[in-house]
């Protein structure tokens, strides 16, 4: 089993910037990739960025040249810089954890924080 707790989120005005943070606990051996994720009320739940193990990055092209997501591999925790944020940002962040143990794969989520961007 594999804890994340996430941090840092929190109201900012429209171009402000936030930084969110998530540690993994318990058998975290094996963790392939973490990630973030945002839903808004009404919406469905939406990728906004991940990084493999190797170093590997996406995010989607909505938070592109604003987002940077970073990963402690030591520390089995994630970072996500968001600057100049825009309202169409305002979700509950979700992070998220992919394990491969014995050619099965697990996932895991954390309890979310709110981000709030005011105009």
């Known amino acids: 089993q594999v804890q994340l707790v996430e941090s840092g989120g929190g109201l900012v005005q429209a171009g402000g910037s936030l930084r969110l943070s998530c540690a993994a606990s318990g058998s975290i051996s094996r963790i392939n990739a973490m990630g973030w994720y945002r839903q808004a009320p009404g919406k469905q739940r939406e990728l906004v960025s991940t990084v493999t193990s190797g170093g590997n990055i996406n995010y989607a092209d909505s938070v592109k040249g604003r987002f940077t997501i970073s990963r402690d591999n030591a520390k089995s925790t994630v970072y996500l810089q968001m600057n100049n944020l825009k309202p169409e940002d305002t979700a509950v962040y979700y992070c998220?954890?992919?394990?491969?143990?014995?050619?099965?794969?697990?996932?895991?989520w954390g309890q979310g924080t709110q981000v709030t961007v005011s105009s």
């Open positions: 998220n954890a992919q394990q491969s143990l014995t050619l099965r794969r697990y996932e895991y």
